[in-house]
C-alpha cells in the first residue's frame, strides 16, 4: 500500500489567487492523479499526473486554470489558479503502483471567498 | 464519459443486518472493480477488490459478488456495526487509468 500526504488540509482564499497543493507518497507509484469532490458529491478526475511530463487533463479542465507538476516518482502538486466561489471544492490525490490498487490522500478542502 | 451506476442511493440497516449496494457498469474493458469506503472529511480508503476473472471474494464481513455477464457487481456488509456508518464507492478502472467512480452511496447504520 501507499501512505499519501497532501498540504494544505484546508485553506480559505480570496478571489482571484492561487493556490497550491502538494501531494507526498511515501514509495515510489507509477499513477498519481487529482480528483475534485464537491462536498456530498461523488470524484471527479481532473487529471493524470505525468512524471517528467506534461499532465493530461479531463474534459472541462484546462492546464492555464489547473496546472500540475510530477518532478519524480512520489510528488505532485496541483495549482488552482484565478480562484472563483465555484472552485470551493475537496481536492484529493491519489497515486497507484502496477497492482491496480489505487490510494487516497486525505484530501485538501478549498474555500474561495 | 464511461459511467458506473451506483444504488442505493442512501441505505438504513440495523445493526447487525446486512447492507448491499449494486453497481453497474458498461465499459467490458474495465478489469479492475474496487469499492471505497469514506468517512466525513477524510479521503476514500480502499476497502475490497475484485478482478472480473472471479465471481466472489470475501475479506472479513465484505464481500464483493460480480456477475461479468450481466455486467453488475455489489458490496454486501455483513453484521453491520455502527461503525460502517459512512459513504460507500463503487469504481472500475482498466490498466494504468485513473478510476471511473459510482455516485456513492451513504450508508447508516441503526444501533
Known amino acids: 500500500s501507499a501512505v499519501i500526504s497532501q498540504k494544505p488540509s484546508r485553506d480559505i482564499c480570496q478571489r482571484g489567487t492561487s493556490l497550491t497543493i502538494q501531494c507526498q507518497v511515501d514509495?515510489?507509484?507509477?499513477?498519481m492523479f487529482w480528483y475534485r469532490q464537491q462536498p456530498g458529491q461523488s470524484l471527479t478526475l481532473i487529471a493524470t499526473?505525468?512524471?517528467?511530463?506534461?499532465?493530461?487533463?479531463e474534459s472541462g479542465f484546462v492546464i492555464d486554470k489547473f496546472p500540475i507538476s510530477r518532478p519524480n516518482l512520489t510528488f505532485s502538486t496541483l495549482t488552482v489558479s484565478n480562484m472563483s466561489p465555484e472552485d470551493s471544492s475537496i481536492y484529493l490525490c491519489s497515486a497507484g503502483t502496477s497492482s491496480y490498487e489505487q490510494y487516497f490522500g486525505p484530501g485538501t478542502r478549498l474555500t474561495v471567498t | 464519459q464511461q459511467q458506473v451506476k451506483q444504488s442505493p442511493q442512501s441505505l438504513i440497516v440495523q445493526k447487525g443486518g446486512i447492507s448491499i449496494i449494486n453497481c453497474a457498469y458498461e465499459n467490458t474493458a474495465f478489469d479492475y472493480f474496487p469499492w471505497y469506503q469514506q468517512f466525513p472529511g477524510k479521503g476514500p480508503a480502499l476497502l475490497i477488490a475484485?478482478?472480473?476473472?472471479?465471481s466472489e471474494k470475501k475479506e472479513g464481513r465484505f464481500t464483493i459478488s460480480f456477475n461479468k455477464s450481466a455486467k453488475q457487481f455489489s458490496l454486501h456488509i455483513m453484521d453491520s456495526q455502527p461503525g460502517d456508518s459512512a459513504t460507500y464507492f463503487c469504481?472500475?478502472?482498466?490498466?494504468?487509468?485513473?478510476?471511473?467512480f459510482g455516485s456513492g452511496t451513504r450508508l447508516q447504520v441503526q444501533p
Open positions: 475484485i478482478r472480473p476473472d472471479v
Open positions: 499526473a505525468n512524471q517528467g511530463s506534461e499532465a493530461t487533463y
Open positions: 469504481a472500475a478502472h482498466t490498466g494504468r487509468r485513473a478510476l471511473t
Open positions: 514509495s515510489q507509484v507509477t499513477m
